[in-house]
């Protein structure tokens, strides 16, 4: 349980990794702009993850880091919304 549990961790902190990377990249190639509801949902996608799997390994600075983040992407996308 405790190894399957790991597995799962890992899985949610590469896919929050990965969501983030196409954010940036997507972006930094101008296939997405950064007010794009592509872009910030990708972001919020990967702070998230990234946030689950740093308090699952205890690394404060990270989800520290990844919940402001998250903050901002998250006004971002309500001021695109309305």
Known sequence: MLVQRK???EGVGWS???ASLSAFSLNSMNIVGSQSVVY?????????C?????????AHASWVLNSIWLLMTVVALFRVAF
């Open 50 to 58: 990234l946030i689950t799997y740093a308090l699952y390994k205890k």
């Open 40 to 48: 910030l949902t990708l972001n919020i996608i990967g702070c998230a």
């Open 7 to 9: 597995y799962i961790m």
């Open 16 to 18: 929050g990794a990965v």
